[in-house]
């Protein structure tokens, strides 16, 4: 497909790993990025394969903005484990995803592709 359509989002969220190298992780927070990626094989009239507005409207309905992560999943919120779920979220809507980008911060984040 010739387009790749890209949208970043920001939410804010705490969590905490309950197996952290063995031992618990102290709650914390994050500003996350997220970063999809749909692919495109045509635009429509307006010359659009996927509109931004509809993308990031999507994801400020499913990101859990101020929230403790831990309450929000019944699994262990890594930046793995949250990136697959907003992939799994998203490819109901949008079945030519390519991937998910989580950031926790700056540096350090997790990419997820089916």
């Known amino acids: 497909m010739p387009w790749t359509i ?25 500003t996350w990025e997220v970063e999809v990626y749909i692919e495109a094989d045509k635009l429509d009239k307006g010359g ?3 509109d931004f507005v509809e993308i990031d409207s999507f994801l400020k309905e499913i990101l859990p903005d101020y929230k403790l992560l831990n309450e929000v999943f019944d699994f262990s919120p890594s930046a793995e484990n949250v990136a697959k779920w ?28 089916e």
């Open 6 to 30: 890209r949208v970043r989002r920001k939410f804010n969220a705490a969590h905490f790993l309950t197996d952290y190298h063995g031992s618990p992780e102290p709650l914390h927070g994050h």
């Open 48 to 50: 659009m394969g996927v």
């Open 86 to 113: 907003i992939y799994d979220q998203l490819k109901e809507r949008y079945p030519t995803l390519k991937k998910v980008v989580v950031w926790e911060t700056e540096n350090c984040g997790a990419e997820y592709v």
